[in-house]
Each structure stands twice: as C-alpha cells, then as structure tokens.
C-alpha cells in the first residue's frame, strides 16, 4: 500500500511568491495535518483537517491556508514567502487520530 | 518555555551502549508519541504512549504521566540507530530533537 505522498519533494521560490503543497493520505485515513520543520528544530503543526473541515490550527500568520478534498488529499498554500519560511513541510495522515504517518516532505527554500 | 523539552539535544555513542533520551512536557497529555527522523526528513513513528511503558525489539519506551516525563531507552545500540528522535505530545507540540549517532 502507498503511503503519505507529498509534492513536489523540492521546491525553489522567490520571495513574495506564492506556493502550493500536495499531500495524498494513506488510503482510508481521513484526518491530515501540516507542519513546518526548520533546519535543527522540531516541526512546528500548522493545520489539522478532518473530513474536510478545519480542525486545528497553530501559530502561522494567515499567508498560511490550506484545504481538504472529498478524497482526503491536502494542500497547503503559503502566501507571501518570506525568507523565514524556507523549511522542510510535512504531512502526516492518521485514521481516527491513532497513530500518524508521515510524508517525506517537500523542501521549499525561498531566495 | 517550550511545551516540550528534549535532552540532551545530541548524543554521541559506541556501538553496543545503552542510551536513553529524555522527554518533559507541561502541555496536557492524550498521548505521547516517540518518533525517529533520518536524514532526508522522513519521521517513523516508534511509540505512541499514554501509559506505563512499550518495548519494541532493542527500544523501550516509558511514560509518567504524574511527573509528566517520558523516556526513550535503546538498549545494544548500532549505527543504524543513528538519527534524530523526537518527542510529541498529541502531534501539536513536538520537542525539539536528539540527534545521536552510534560509533561502530
């Protein structure tokens, strides 16, 4: 069974651009969340969606949104990049918030 | 203060030696999970604990709830081991990451 894909797995943007993250969950799990990790820290939780809906949201300043399909897929869209938001963006699926499952993540490095 | 507190922040070991990383949270707790992340940035998910103590081939891992610490224990350690384990409190707070490597 595929697990958590994201894409693309590396990204280049300018400041001031706008960007859009791709996550699919594992097949059946209808709850995904996003988090930023910068480079020597832990990730930081982003947004929390289940069954489409926003469920939980941490502290990112509104240049950050993201949605949920019908089939479960996610995106993440960054408004607005700054240089601070060069990070490493994942996306973990869970099944009725049991045990999470992580992508690989996309790399995005903005210059 | 961060919700959670991981120490030590890197740890370096011979190959066969016990280790342990340590975990201290302050947020409220449903379950607490360990997660290992190598180079490259994909996360496993070791443990997840909302009580008493899981042990999983060479790691074992403990929780206590009253003290609000939790521990990771590799016992025989080997180079494979080597990566950066994180602890997480409900997938909202995560500690910042031990990053250890095991010497051959």
């Known amino acids: 069974d595929a697990g958590v894909t994201q894409s693309p797995t590396h990204l280049i943007k300018t400041r001031g651009q706008q960007v859009t993250l791709r996550c699919s969950p594992i097949?059946?799990?209808?709850?995904v969340s996003w988090y930023q990790q910068v480079l020597g820290q832990g990730p930081q939780f982003i947004f929390q969606?289940?069954?489409?809906?926003?469920?939980g949201r941490g502290n990112f300043p509104d240049r950050f949104s993201a949605r949920q399909f019908p089939n479960y897929s996610s995106e993440l869209n960054v408004n607005a990049l700054l240089l601070g938001d060069s990070a490493l963006y994942l996306c973990?699926?869970?099944?009725?918030?049991?045990?999470?499952?992580f992508g690989q993540g996309t790399r995005l490095t903005v210059v | 203060k961060n919700e959670v507190e991981q120490s030590p922040q890197n740890l370096t070991a011979q190959e066969g030696e016990f280790i342990t990383i340590n975990c201290s949270y302050s947020?409220?707790?449903?379950?607490l999970h360990w997660l290992q992340q190598h180079p490259g940035g994909g996360i496993v998910s070791l443990f997840m604990?909302?009580?008493g103590k899981k042990k999983h081939g060479r790691l074992i891992a403990t929780i206590n709830i009253q003290e609000k610490h939790s521990s990771l224990h590799i016992t025989a350690s080997h180079p494979r081991d080597s990566a950066v384990y994180i602890c997480?409190?409900?997938?909202?707070?995560f500690g910042t990451g031990t990053s250890l490597t095991v010497i051959p």
């Open positions: 973990a699926s869970s099944y009725h918030g049991r045990e999470a499952f």
């Open positions: 604990l909302s009580s």
């Open positions: 969606y289940y069954e489409k809906e926003e469920r």
């Open positions: 097949s059946g799990h209808k709850s």
């Open positions: 997480a409190v409900r997938f909202n707070y």
């Open positions: 947020v409220g707790i449903s379950a």
